[in-house]
């Protein structure tokens, strides 16, 4: 099974930018992306990238301030988070959809169904 390890979280003041960083054991997944989930809520869907065409779907609240990238070096993928708003505060997890999970987060075309440990990002001035 893919392990998948999240970096980069801390905290941040409204208006900022942080940097994750997501780690993967092996490149064998349809689809890459990440998920979040805020205090009392559900989790929900960020972005996510296809490896088969490199579609890429960006949740509505995340577009235009967030940005995905791929890294080979550790067959995983990036995100770049600007103009950080406080709503943005929750644990951010790195999810693949590995065809094999019981439990899907659906964004956009794509379902996401296995993820990693999780990075806390608080946006909070």
């Known amino acids: 099974q893919v392990q998948l390890v999240e970096s980069g979280g801390g905290l941040v003041q409204p208006g900022g930018s942080l940097r994750l960083s997501c780690a993967a054991s092996?490149?064998?997944?349809?689809?890459i992306g990440w998920i979040r989930q805020a205090p009392g809520k559900e989790r929900e869907g960020v972005v996510a990238?296809?490896?088969?065409?490199?579609?890429?779907y960006y949740a509505i609240p995340v577009r235009g301030r967030f940005t995905v990238s791929r890294n080979n070096a550790t067959n995983g993928i990036d995100l770049q988070m600007d103009k950080l708003k406080p709503e943005d505060t929750a644990i951010y997890y790195c999810?693949?959809?590995?065809?094999?999970?019981?439990?899907?987060?659906?964004?956009?075309?794509?379902?996401?169904?296995?993820w990693g440990k999780g990075t806390l990002v608080n946006v909070s001035s």
């Open positions: 092996v490149r064998d997944y349809y689809t």
């Open positions: 990238i296809s490896s088969i065409d490199d579609e890429t």
């Open positions: 999810a693949i959809d590995s065809r094999t999970g019981s439990h899907r987060v659906l964004i956009g075309p794509f379902a996401l169904d296995l």
